[in-house]
């Protein structure tokens, strides 16, 4: 979600929601009038919300019950009225193809025009370039930009006599090149039949209360209008209650089936909720009040719903974060990385109070409440002859009921392989091993009778190649066994079950351990999900069970007498006889036949103690050769060829502050969001290394980083961690959103237009 500052006051903009006088924009000439009663026919419920959806030359739409289609302005049916297929929406006389684009050089932002209109003028004085003032709705700014260009890089000369004047912080911004006027809609159903509106608005709506209207491959509730752009393209807009359009806001925004926290997702519901409220009429001159896309906060229409998400914005109806009775800019990032930010250090135009950094994690003592010790199994670690360590496959085949308790570093035999072989058959669901045990005298004689029992033979002869054989074992003793026993090797190296010893050899004339076909055999089963083993996260534990997040809900699992536990270190399972887990780990975990947990692994990554660690974007490294990363700064402000990258500042998180670009044509600094944008990282709270040739210059940047996102706000992943340590969603807005209040929007606080 990018901010926005909201740009009218609350009370006129939540009357302009409500009601249903004549108010400037939308509902001017009656048709914003009619599409609300409209709304309101099919069940949605003010106040109403107006959602930009997806535009282009022509969108596809349809309605499961039948839809009807007419003139806003007049209520009259067009064409046929009601259709009951699907039909096209087409601008006629708009551009072919991608409308042309333009370039020109951003020299500043202002929160008000008349200011950015005094800084157009000396600019244009400087520069001796005309330019103009961009309205950006995204963060209710007037942009100044001066200069006409089809292409980057003729912009350079102007440039370089803004920056001799003084002028460091300049981009390169794109932009429509052009409007269109005359553009009006046709519609075409699905034999190509066709009709003239000679309209820019048409309204579409379900012939039944509660229908839906798809555009795309989405459903939306509520009413659609299809409306001509300035830039001649056509643009859906969803006219929806506004609890019902934060019912496909919040699963897209926090996914319920990843973070099924019910606190966490009545904390981004609020938060939407909010944010919402704030920022009603934000395009209001492109006639809707939200976009759908990450400009805006993500919608995802009727298609997104999910009963989690719904129950937690049913149970924070017309709830708001405040700040002095006004809803709060409430700005919310996906992953912080253990720290949010300062607003105003990542948006130079956020100083609100409530902006403020706060650490991702409770503190020590409430930590230490929250851990939990299990007591397992003893298990002494084991490797095979080869120095492969094998404890975690023996453990989870002994879990499995496949190995019995008789010592693994005991030459394998004959009944013995026999045995489990057929347990694993069993587990795994394939036939029985079938006829007499085959001989296992050597490490040959041993795959071949695994791949023999589980009927695995024909892998080996179909997918292994005897020319293959020689470069999959590399082994010159191999090439004295059996075809199908080299076959037989070569397939299991193949999918990991034998590894060569140190010098790279097998051992294939040996009589193999027990210990040594373990791995083989873990592999076999995996294949087949034998072990069913699943993957959930920890939300607590019992005197003697776990809970786990799973699904659509949460699960309670009893503990086995004496699990089997491991804990990932260093890329490792390592045993242990007792295991300290914490609320928010990602475990692996089995259970026997009475349901009873019996095998346990905290998995990667463990990333500290902070609430979003589980977030697979915690923490990530990328590589940017010089040549991609100097092709993406110079799209944005021109500096030559890359010399330098250097951190000027950082703020309370270590979020980069200031970054210096160097290069050969130009030095220029960037600031807060900017740098993310200019460098394409998830984050700026990144370590930046430099790797340089022998002649000092520039090879590639290597950005070590944590979370992704701006950081500014409630960090959602964060948020489903506080709600497993037990916060409600009001302690988690609090606690992102330092001092609001969360209150419940009421009539007697919505003021009339003007008043």
């Not at 004047?165 to 932009?175: P, R, T, V, Y």
Request: proline letters at 5%; glycine letters at 10%; aromatic letters at 6%.
């Amino acid at each position: 979600m990018n901010p926005v500052r909201h740009r009218i006051g609350f009370a006129l903009a939540l009357a302009l929601a409500l009601s249903l006088v004549s108010v400037p924009g939308a509902l001017a000439d009656g048709a914003g009038e009619r599409l609300l009663r409209l709304a309101a026919k099919v069940g949605e419920r003010p106040p109403v919300v107006r959602i930009g959806l997806d535009s282009g030359h022509s969108l596809e739409v349809s309605g499961r019950s039948g839809m009807r289609v007419s003139d806003p302005a007049t209520g009259k049916a067009l064409w046929r009225g009601t259709f009951d297929g699907r039909i096209a929406v087409v601008a006629e006389g708009g551009p072919q193809g991608e409308a042309p684009r333009v370039y020109r050089v951003q020299v500043g932002a202002f929160g008000a025009r008349r200011a950015a209109e005094a800084e157009l003028k000396r600019v244009e004085r400087l520069g001796g370039a005309p330019g103009i003032v961009r309205h950006d709705v995204d963060r209710a700014t007037y942009r100044v930009r001066v200069g006409r260009a089809t292409n980057r890089v003729a912009l350079n000369p102007l440039v370089e006599k803004l920056r001799a004047s003084g002028m460091d912080s300049l981009w390169i911004a794109e932009e429509p090149a052009d409007e269109y006027e005359n553009i009006s809609l046709r519609l075409v159903d699905a034999s190509y039949d066709s009709f003239a509106t000679g309209l820019t608005r048409i309204a579409i709506e379900p012939t039944k209360k509660g229908g839906r209207i798809r555009v795309g491959k989405t459903e939306y509730r509520g009413v659609m209008e299809l409306r001509v752009t300035r830039f001649g393209t056509l643009q859906a807009i969803n006219w929806v209650g506004i609890e019902a359009y934060l019912r496909g806001v919040v699963p897209v925004e926090l996914g319920p089936e990843v973070w099924p926290a019910i606190e966490a997702l009545s904390a981004q519901a609020v938060a939407a909720r909010t944010y919402t409220y704030a920022n009603l009429g934000q395009f209001e001159e492109d006639g809707y009040d939200l976009c759908a896309g990450p400009r805006c906060q993500v919608y995802g229409g009727y298609t997104a719903e999910h009963p989690l998400s719904d129950r937690a914005v049913a149970t924070t109806r017309s709830e708001v974060a405040t700040w002095n009775g006004e809803p709060i800019a409430a700005l919310y990032t996906a992953t912080c990385g253990g720290h949010t930010e300062d607003g105003s250090n990542v948006f130079i135009d956020h100083t609100e109070p409530y902006l403020k950094g706060v650490p991702c994690h409770a503190e020590g003592e409430a930590l230490a409440s929250q851990r939990r010790t299990v007591a397992g199994a003893a298990v002494v670690p084991l490797q095979d002859e080869s120095g492969v360590d094998v404890t975690r496959d023996m453990a989870l085949l002994r879990a499995a009921g496949v190995l019995d308790d008789r010592t693994l570093l005991r030459p394998i035999d004959a009944l013995t392989l026999r045995a489990w072989t057929t347990r694993l058959a069993r587990v795994a669901g394939l036939p029985a091993p079938a006829g007499e045990s085959a001989a296992v005298g050597d490490l040959g004689g041993a795959a071949a009778a695994v791949l023999s029992d589980l009927g695995w033979g024909s892998r080996a002869e179909v997918l292994i190649s005897e020319a293959d054989l020689p470069a999959l074992l590399r082994d010159p003793e191999a090439a004295l066994l059996p075809l199908s026993q080299r076959r037989a090797l070569a397939y299991l190296a193949s999918i990991d079950g034998l590894t060569p010893h140190a010098d790279g050899g097998f051992r294939v004339r040996q009589v193999p351990t027990a210990a040594r076909l373990v791995p083989v055999l873990a592999r076999i089963g995996d294949t087949y999900d034998a072990f069913d083993l699943a993957t959930a996260t920890v939300s607590g534990l019992g005197e003697n069970s776990l809970r786990l997040f799973k699904g659509k809900g949460e699960i309670r699992l009893p503990f086995a007498e004496r699990p089997y536990l491991f804990s990932r270190s260093g890329g490792k399972a390592i045993p242990l006889q007792e295991l300290e887990i914490w609320p928010n780990d990602n475990v692996r975990y089995r259970t026997n036949s009475k349901g009873r947990v019996d095998f346990v692994e905290v998995v990667a990554p463990v990333n500290g103690v902070s609430d979003d660690r589980s977030s697979k974007v915690y923490s990530w490294q990328v590589r940017k050769t010089r040549n991609k990363l100097e092709a993406a700064i110079n799209r944005r402000v021109a500096v030559g060829r890359l010399k330098d990258l250097v951190v000027v500042s950082r703020g309370v998180s270590g979020r980069v502050k200031e970054l210096k670009v160097v290069g050969t044509d130009a030095t220029t600094v960037v600031r807060g969001f900017d740098i993310r944008r200019l460098l394409d990282l998830r984050e700026i709270l990144t370590v930046i290394e430099i790797q340089r040739d022998d002649r000092g210059r520039i090879k590639a940047v290597v950005f070590a980083g944590k979370g992704w996102g701006h950081g500014v706000g409630l960090c959602q992943v964060g948020a489903f961690g506080m709600a497993l340590r037990g916060a409600t969603y009001r302690e988690i807005l609090t606690h992102y959103y330092t001092g609001v209040d969360v209150e419940r929007i009421s009539a007697d606080k919505i003021a009339a237009p003007g008043s």
